[in-house]
């Protein structure tokens, strides 16, 4: 049986500056995953912290990952170069509901360094393209060079239909047009911002059961024993990271 707690050891074999905060690590080797699940990186003697991979779930070389610069983890990962080695554990967790929100209209939105997770379902999409109705990626940050992953904004523009904005991501909403009978929303970002996007999907029509939020939170073991992670009475390790809407509604903390 696989011990859960083992961590496995990966190279570095690309890192690619996002933004003055944010870089992408390549790791190799890959391990399969479904969107939405999360992995724990770093170092002993550093600590680990979730991440959510980037990369497609097709992908068996490598993973790929986006690491904002932060504290005393993501200050080790952010001084390693490629060629160096860290420690892996994952995945964790439960993914997005693959099966259930294909053939239908997809919402999809995030803000700033929240995109990891729907970074690697819109891969998922694109592979998949012919299964999905309308597809929008509502992606919002500070300023301009706060928007990551923009090479890869530009190839799936062939495929979904991408707003960004420097600025209320809410704003974008005009612009979208779906069949609210059949279809879904994903959103992935902070606790405030996820309130506020009430202001988006309540005006769409699309039902709180049919909207589903991947959480952000200091995850230590990824299983559900160090209880870090709670939000109400649900473990985001365990429970989540991708939960219904009406699951953890005002739960954000």
């Known amino acids: 049986m696989e011990n859960i707690y083992l961590a496995k050891t990966v190279k570095i074999t690309k890192i690619e500056e996002q933004s003055p905060t944010v870089k992408l690590f390549r790791l ?92 690697s379902l819109i891969e998922y999409i694109v592979k998949n393209r ?33 707003l960004t904005i420097a600025g209320i991501v809410s704003d974008l909403v005009k612009d979208i047009k779906i069949d609210e009978q059949n279809a879904c929303a994903v959103m992935c970002g902070s606790g405030p911002m996820m309130e506020a996007l009430e202001k988006i999907f309540r005006p769409l029509g699309i039902s709180d059961r049919r909207i589903f939020v991947t959480l952000e939170r200091r995850m230590q073991c990824g299983v559900g024993k160090c209880q870090h992670c709670t939000t109400g009475d649900k473990y985001v390790c365990l429970d989540g990271p991708v939960f219904y809407y009406d699951q953890i509604d005002k739960n954000w903390d």
């Open 28 to 119: 190799a080797p890959g391990f399969s995953f479904i969107p939405g699940q999360f992995f724990l990186l770093g170092k002993v003697g550093y600590g680990e912290a979730p991440f959510g991979a980037l990369s497609s779930p097709y992908e068996s070389g490598y993973l790929e990952f986006a690491v904002r610069r932060t504290g005393t983890v993501t200050n080790y990962l952010h001084s390693l170069k490629q060629g160096d080695e860290i420690e892996l554990r994952g995945p964790y967790g439960n993914g997005f509901p693959l099966d259930f929100i294909e053939g239908k209209d997809i919402v999809m939105v995030t803000g700033g360094s929240g995109i990891p997770p729907i970074a």
């Open 130 to 162: 012919e299964k999905f109705g309308n597809i929008y990626l509502l992606y919002g940050a500070k300023t301009e060079e706060e928007i990551l992953l923009k090479d890869r904004l530009e190839k799936w523009g062939k495929y979904i239909k991408i």
